[in-house]
Protein backbone atom coordinates (compact mmCIF):
# COMPACT_ATOMS: atom_id res chain seq x y z
CA UNK A 1 0.00 0.00 0.00
CA UNK A 2 0.95 3.34 -0.60
CA UNK A 3 2.14 5.63 2.44
CA UNK A 4 3.39 9.63 2.59
CA UNK A 5 5.52 10.34 5.18
CA UNK A 6 6.45 14.09 6.25
CA UNK A 7 8.91 15.43 8.52
CA UNK A 8 9.39 17.04 10.80
CA UNK A 9 5.86 17.53 12.41
CA UNK A 10 6.75 20.82 14.23
CA UNK A 11 9.40 22.97 14.01
CA UNK A 12 10.71 26.41 15.35
CA UNK A 13 12.72 28.58 13.39
CA UNK A 14 14.37 32.09 13.14
CA UNK A 15 14.03 34.97 11.04
CA UNK A 16 17.00 34.43 8.51
CA UNK A 17 17.56 30.58 8.70
CA UNK A 18 17.23 28.47 6.41
CA UNK A 19 14.12 25.40 6.34
CA UNK A 20 14.16 22.17 4.52
CA UNK A 21 10.61 20.28 4.99
CA UNK A 22 10.86 16.92 3.05
CA UNK A 23 8.16 14.64 2.03
CA UNK A 24 8.56 10.78 0.55
CA UNK A 25 5.93 8.72 -1.02
CA UNK A 26 6.33 4.79 -1.03
CA UNK A 27 4.10 2.36 -3.24
CA UNK A 28 4.04 4.30 -5.72
CA UNK A 29 5.61 5.02 -9.03
CA UNK A 30 5.57 8.89 -11.05
CA UNK A 31 3.10 10.35 -8.72
CA UNK A 32 2.01 13.79 -9.20
CA UNK A 33 3.57 15.66 -5.75
CA UNK A 34 2.28 18.91 -4.15
CA UNK A 35 2.91 21.33 -1.31
CA UNK A 36 0.60 23.23 0.10
CA UNK A 37 -0.09 25.77 2.69
CA UNK A 38 -3.50 25.77 4.83
CA UNK A 39 -4.62 28.53 6.91
CA UNK A 40 -7.57 28.79 9.04
CA UNK A 41 -10.68 29.83 6.63
CA UNK A 42 -8.28 29.97 3.66
CA UNK A 43 -8.24 26.51 2.93
CA UNK A 44 -5.17 24.82 1.05
CA UNK A 45 -3.18 27.01 -0.87
CA UNK A 46 -1.33 25.16 -4.25
CA UNK A 47 2.65 26.59 -3.17
CA UNK A 48 4.18 23.81 -5.82
CA UNK A 49 3.39 21.14 -7.58
CA UNK A 50 5.44 18.73 -10.27
CA UNK A 51 4.44 15.89 -12.59
CA UNK A 52 7.88 14.54 -12.64
CA UNK A 53 11.60 14.81 -11.66
CA UNK A 54 12.84 17.96 -11.91
CA UNK A 55 9.17 19.24 -13.34
CA UNK A 56 8.09 22.39 -10.60
CA UNK A 57 5.42 24.40 -10.78
CA UNK A 58 5.72 27.50 -8.70
CA UNK A 59 2.17 29.01 -8.19
CA UNK A 60 2.57 32.08 -5.45
CA UNK A 61 5.81 33.76 -5.72
CA UNK A 62 7.57 34.08 -2.62
CA UNK A 63 10.03 33.10 -0.46
CA UNK A 64 9.83 29.47 -0.62
CA UNK A 65 11.31 27.11 -3.26
CA UNK A 66 10.67 23.22 -4.09
CA UNK A 67 12.62 20.49 -5.85
CA UNK A 68 12.17 16.84 -6.51
CA UNK A 69 15.37 15.00 -6.65
CA UNK A 70 14.41 11.53 -6.64
CA UNK A 71 10.51 10.45 -7.71
CA UNK A 72 8.91 10.11 -5.11
CA UNK A 73 10.85 12.82 -2.99
CA UNK A 74 9.42 16.39 -2.34
CA UNK A 75 11.45 19.01 -0.75
CA UNK A 76 10.32 22.28 0.10
CA UNK A 77 12.80 24.93 0.91
CA UNK A 78 14.38 28.48 1.81
CA UNK A 79 16.99 30.42 2.05
CA UNK A 80 16.10 32.48 4.52
CA UNK A 81 13.04 32.67 6.40
CA UNK A 82 10.52 35.50 7.33
CA UNK A 83 8.01 35.79 9.85
CA UNK A 84 4.94 35.73 7.61
CA UNK A 85 6.23 31.73 6.73
CA UNK A 86 5.06 30.53 9.89
CA UNK A 87 2.31 28.18 9.06
CA UNK A 88 1.04 24.77 8.49
CA UNK A 89 2.64 22.83 5.33
CA UNK A 90 1.37 19.74 3.82
CA UNK A 91 2.79 17.38 1.37
CA UNK A 92 0.63 15.56 -0.69
CA UNK A 93 0.73 12.84 -3.35
CA UNK A 94 -1.61 11.60 -6.05
CA UNK A 95 -2.62 9.64 -9.17
CA UNK A 96 -6.11 9.97 -8.97
CA UNK A 97 -6.95 11.37 -5.65
CA UNK A 98 -4.95 13.16 -3.31
CA UNK A 99 -3.45 11.67 -0.32
CA UNK A 100 -1.63 13.60 2.50
CA UNK A 101 1.28 13.64 4.76
CA UNK A 102 0.29 14.60 8.55
CA UNK A 103 1.48 18.15 8.12
CA UNK A 104 4.61 20.23 9.70
CA UNK A 105 3.53 23.10 12.06
CA UNK A 106 6.40 26.21 11.51
CA UNK A 107 6.56 28.75 13.72
CA UNK A 108 9.71 31.80 12.64
CA UNK A 109 10.64 33.06 15.52
CA UNK B 1 -6.65 30.54 -14.29
CA UNK B 2 -8.12 27.31 -12.59
CA UNK B 3 -10.13 28.28 -9.54
CA UNK B 4 -12.41 26.93 -7.04
CA UNK B 5 -15.17 29.07 -5.06
CA UNK B 6 -17.07 27.48 -2.05
CA UNK B 7 -20.15 29.67 -1.21
CA UNK B 8 -20.84 29.22 2.47
CA UNK B 9 -17.59 30.03 4.70
CA UNK B 10 -19.87 28.62 7.89
CA UNK B 11 -23.14 26.18 8.32
CA UNK B 12 -25.06 25.54 11.32
CA UNK B 13 -27.44 22.85 10.43
CA UNK B 14 -29.62 20.79 13.30
CA UNK B 15 -29.40 17.11 13.09
CA UNK B 16 -31.41 15.60 10.52
CA UNK B 17 -31.87 18.69 8.64
CA UNK B 18 -30.59 18.40 4.74
CA UNK B 19 -27.15 19.98 3.59
CA UNK B 20 -25.53 21.60 0.41
CA UNK B 21 -22.59 22.79 0.06
CA UNK B 22 -22.00 25.20 -3.17
CA UNK B 23 -18.99 24.51 -5.67
CA UNK B 24 -18.35 26.04 -8.56
CA UNK B 25 -15.07 26.01 -10.48
CA UNK B 26 -13.18 27.94 -13.82
CA UNK B 27 -11.06 26.10 -16.26
CA UNK B 28 -11.80 25.39 -20.10
CA UNK B 29 -10.57 21.87 -19.84
CA UNK B 30 -11.67 18.52 -18.54
CA UNK B 31 -11.27 18.07 -14.42
CA UNK B 32 -11.70 15.71 -12.04
CA UNK B 33 -13.34 16.60 -9.14
CA UNK B 34 -13.23 15.91 -5.58
CA UNK B 35 -15.01 16.47 -2.39
CA UNK B 36 -12.43 15.79 1.04
CA UNK B 37 -13.46 16.04 4.97
CA UNK B 38 -11.24 17.42 7.81
CA UNK B 39 -12.53 16.56 10.87
CA UNK B 40 -11.16 18.11 14.06
CA UNK B 41 -7.73 17.25 14.24
CA UNK B 42 -7.77 14.55 11.65
CA UNK B 43 -6.29 14.52 8.30
CA UNK B 44 -8.00 15.42 4.61
CA UNK B 45 -10.26 12.42 3.90
CA UNK B 46 -11.67 11.76 0.64
CA UNK B 47 -15.28 11.93 0.71
CA UNK B 48 -16.35 11.29 -2.93
CA UNK B 49 -14.83 12.00 -6.63
CA UNK B 50 -15.60 12.29 -9.97
CA UNK B 51 -13.87 11.73 -13.17
CA UNK B 52 -16.36 10.70 -15.79
CA UNK B 53 -19.42 8.84 -16.48
CA UNK B 54 -22.89 9.61 -14.01
CA UNK B 55 -22.78 13.03 -12.95
CA UNK B 56 -24.44 11.82 -9.64
CA UNK B 57 -21.71 10.43 -7.47
CA UNK B 58 -21.90 8.63 -4.44
CA UNK B 59 -19.35 8.97 -1.51
CA UNK B 60 -18.88 7.73 1.85
CA UNK B 61 -21.26 8.30 4.97
CA UNK B 62 -24.08 8.82 2.78
CA UNK B 63 -22.97 11.81 0.70
CA UNK B 64 -23.41 12.44 -2.79
CA UNK B 65 -22.34 15.36 -5.24
CA UNK B 66 -23.74 16.16 -8.63
CA UNK B 67 -21.38 17.54 -11.45
CA UNK B 68 -23.32 19.91 -13.97
CA UNK B 69 -21.14 20.77 -16.32
CA UNK B 70 -22.90 23.75 -17.97
CA UNK B 71 -22.68 25.42 -14.36
CA UNK B 72 -19.37 24.28 -13.55
CA UNK B 73 -21.00 23.14 -10.56
CA UNK B 74 -20.15 20.22 -8.25
CA UNK B 75 -21.99 20.75 -5.36
CA UNK B 76 -22.16 18.36 -1.93
CA UNK B 77 -25.34 17.07 -0.53
CA UNK B 78 -26.51 14.97 2.42
CA UNK B 79 -30.30 14.33 2.98
CA UNK B 80 -29.98 14.08 6.61
CA UNK B 81 -26.63 15.34 8.78
CA UNK B 82 -26.02 14.24 11.85
CA UNK B 83 -23.37 15.51 14.66
CA UNK B 84 -20.51 13.38 13.68
CA UNK B 85 -20.53 15.37 10.18
CA UNK B 86 -19.42 18.13 11.80
CA UNK B 87 -16.52 19.09 10.22
CA UNK B 88 -14.37 21.23 6.87
CA UNK B 89 -15.45 20.40 3.99
CA UNK B 90 -13.34 21.06 1.11
CA UNK B 91 -14.01 21.06 -2.80
CA UNK B 92 -10.91 20.47 -4.76
CA UNK B 93 -10.37 20.29 -9.03
CA UNK B 94 -7.75 18.84 -10.89
CA UNK B 95 -7.03 19.64 -14.36
CA UNK B 96 -5.26 17.61 -17.18
CA UNK B 97 -1.85 19.55 -16.47
CA UNK B 98 -1.94 18.00 -12.95
CA UNK B 99 -2.46 20.94 -10.72
CA UNK B 100 -4.75 20.18 -8.28
CA UNK B 101 -6.50 23.44 -6.30
CA UNK B 102 -8.74 23.18 -3.62
CA UNK B 103 -11.38 26.00 -2.67
CA UNK B 104 -11.47 27.94 0.91
CA UNK B 105 -13.09 24.85 2.99
CA UNK B 106 -16.77 25.08 4.44
CA UNK B 107 -16.69 24.87 8.36
CA UNK B 108 -20.26 22.52 9.02
CA UNK B 109 -21.82 22.84 12.78
CA UNK B 110 -24.07 20.29 13.68
CA UNK B 111 -26.41 20.83 16.60
CA UNK B 112 -27.53 17.61 18.11
Known amino acids: SQTIHQWPATLVQPVGSPLSLECTVE??????LYWYRQAAGRGLQLLFYSVGIGQISSEVPQNLSASRPQDRQFILSSKKLLLSDSGFYLC????????FGQGTRLTVV | AQSVSQHNHHVILSEAASLELGCNYS??????LFWYVQYPGQHLQLLLK??????LVKGIKGFEAEFIKSKFSFNLRKPSVQWSDTAEYFC??????????FGQGTTLQVKP
Open chain 1, 92 to 99: AWSVIEAF
Open chain 2, 92 to 101: AVKSNTGKLI
Open chain 1, 27 to 32: GTSNPN
Open chain 2, 50 to 55: YFSGDP
Open chain 2, 27 to 32: YGGTVN
